[in-house]
């Protein structure tokens, strides 16, 4: 009855208005479940199947596949504004890898709907993270891959290199650090350059990309945010 129910509505003359709702999944590293939708269409959070999802100034596009029957790669940008989603990046790699999900419904079957149904939905499109395209400080900007799309595919979604941080470091402007660009989450006043070596000036600070980089700033026995793999001997090719 319920897929009767959605495709009833479909073809109708008045189907009422489609709500597009979005998950992005890091629970599988320790973080959140994050719900939500887009504020050009929303204005007030979105209760369904018992889960709120809430707007935010994002966009989703490109989710129709190419007429050669190419899988689709969508964009999905957010707002920068806040710093919401920056601070994600941080702990959680850019969030590549991570499951994102894409949700259809149409208005009436919502929770609070003329006729609520959660399972009155279309075929959720699923893809994951798979690399950010632009960060500043206006927006951040994400490529999705089809999880049925492993070609060129990469585990753990970036090169490997033993010794050498991936992470971006802050950058001293002459009034103060920018950290618009930076992916490594240290904001201390203890400067050092790029040798390790304790300095005065913030315009010396320089990361010199090594563990022991992390170390000298976050602390000998601190858990480290070190981007690299220190623990892989060797890489086959």
Known sequence: MTDLNLKETQQGFSPGRMVVLFELDLTS???PLLRFTSSAFESSAIVFDGNTYTP???????????????LPSPELKVSNVEFTYQALLYGFDDLLGAP?????????????GADPDPQARFPDDVFVVNRKTEQNKIQISWELRSVLDNENSFLPGRQILKTSCS???RTWTGAAFDYASATCPYAGASYFNTSDVPETLPENDRCGK??????????ENAE?????FPGVSKLSR
């Open 210 to 219: 090594r563990l022991a980089s992390c170390r000298a700033r976050f602390g």
């Open 29 to 31: 590293r320790g973080g």
């Open 56 to 70: 935010i100034n994002c966009e989703a596009t490109g989710f129709d596949a190419d007429s050669d029957g190419a």
């Open 224 to 228: 480290l945010p070190f981007a690299g």
């Open 100 to 112: 994102f999900r894409r949700i259809r419904t149409f208005r009436q079957f919502l929770d609070d």
């Open 167 to 169: 992470h971006i470091y």
